[in-house]
């Protein structure tokens, strides 16, 4: 079993909708949580970046964190066709010094 | 360009060649990563440095792989007697030092894709 679970979609939702993304993961001891975005043939940047529970928003963008069902969300408002790309998330361990270990991403596209 | 470098981009190798990619790190980035990724997959940890030190190796990575930072600065990374399924983006990124709020930000390059024939 792999220690971090996402399904690799493809999804794709029109122009506007709400998109809901999902990672599970088996340790307990992950601690610091985040999404990545990838455009085809960059390297993943940031999108954002939650320590422990509870819920962070950054504009369109909301993460979520679920501890005790080791489940975290993203969700994108309004979404937009400049959104489509590959979702990744990714967590560490009981120190920010940690390895980051990365899901295997959800290819999401936004149809116009 | 203050970002991450990596070279070569591309490189199309015979199997059972060695060859060598190299990381340029952002300079007061003080962490330097190694990943790998397949098509549909996310990134695979391999190996990271703090400073010079090789603080953690995956123990998925065969003998065949060894990567360096001799210097604390750039880093490379080499594969010997390549295999088929060594084909793969060979992804380097570096991160702000260990206790920093924003270490979780990896800084990716572009990538060395790797194909072996």
């Known amino acids: 079993q792999k220690e971090v679970e996402q399904d690799p979609g493809p999804l794709s939702v029109p122009e506007g909708a709400i998109v809901s993304l999902n990672c599970t993961y088996s340790?307990?001891?992950?601690?610091?949580f985040m999404w990545y975005r990838q455009y085809s043939r960059k390297g993943p940047e940031l999108l954002m970046y939650t320590y422990s529970s509870g819920n962070k928003e950054d504009g369109r963008f909301t993460a979520q964190v679920d501890k005790s069902s080791k489940y975290i969300s993203l969700f994108i408002r309004d979404s937009q066709p400049s959104d489509s790309a590959t979702y990744l998330c990714?967590?560490?361990?009981?120190?920010?010094?940690?390895?980051?270990?990365f899901g295997s991403g959800t290819r999401l596209s936004i149809r116009p | 360009d203050t970002g991450v470098s990596q070279d070569p981009r591309h490189k199309i190798t015979k199997r059972g060649q060695n060859v060598t990619f190299r990381c340029d790190p952002i300079s007061e980035h003080n962490r330097l990563y190694w990943y790998r990724q397949t098509l549909g997959q996310g990134p695979e940890f391999l190996t990271y440095?703090?400073?010079?030190?090789?603080?953690?190796k995956s123990r998925l990575l065969s003998n065949r792989f060894s990567a360096e930072r001799p210097k604390g600065s750039f880093s490379t990374l080499e594969i010997q007697r390549t295999e088929q399924g060594d084909s793969a983006m060979y992804l380097c990124a570096s991160s702000f030092p260990a206790g920093d709020p924003n270490t979780g930000e990896l800084f990716f390059g572009e990538g060395s894709r790797l194909t072996v024939l």
């Open positions: 990714a967590m560490s361990g009981y120190s920010s010094a940690s390895k980051i270990i």
């Open positions: 340790n307990s001891a992950f601690q610091y």
């Open positions: 440095f703090q400073n010079e030190a090789q603080l953690e």
